[in-house]
């Protein structure tokens, strides 16, 4: 049985739908939810999806996916620009990390040109809006390994 791929969103990501929705889409976290379920499903997968708003929390969500995820997609939002703690987080994990964006921070503000989650992410997928947490959810599955 494969494990499950672990899906962690960040701060304010429960308001996506409302949320400067000319950056961020109209699509709400709950409708990610059921696209990424379905994009799982597709190749067999089961997706565990989380959101919040404290960086603590994610973190002991990281250190949970250690044992329990096949591959983790994070959107840290906020935290991915601030966080070292999550950088060292994600470090302890050998499993995929996806970084997913639904904006290209890359293409925005300076400070959002650097996330420190990249220092320690297999592969990054950003400016897709919602189709972002799809695509990292491909990326993932292509990556587990089923031995
Ligand atoms: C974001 C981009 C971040 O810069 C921002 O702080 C977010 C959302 C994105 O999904 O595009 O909260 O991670």
Redesign the pocket.
């Known amino acids: 049985m494969v494990k499950p791929i672990h899906v962690l969103s ?4 429960n308001l996506l739908g409302t949320r400067e929705p000319e ?2 889409g109209k699509d709400t976290l709950d409708d990610v939810r059921v696209r990424c379920e379905a994009r799982a499903a597709a190749r067999g997968l089961s997706v565990v999806f989380r959101q919040s708003n404290h960086e603590g929390v994610l973190i002991d969500w990281v250190q949970e996916a250690r044992t329990e995820a096949s591959a983790l997609v994070i ?4 935290y ?2 601030t966080s070292i703690a999550l950088l060292d987080a994600l470090k302890t994990l050998n499993i995929p990390v996806i970084e ?6 890359a293409a ?1 503000e300076e400070f ?1 040109r650097h ?1 420190f989650v990249s220092l320690a992410a297999t592969g990054l997928v ?1 400016g897709f809006g919602a189709a ?1 947490y799809e695509l990292a959810i491909e990326a993932a599955a292509g990556l587990i390994s089923v031995d």
Do not use: D
């Open positions: 960040g701060p304010n990501l950056i961020y959107n840290p939002a906020g991915g620009h997913c964006h639904l904006s290209n921070p925005r959002r996330t950003s972002s």
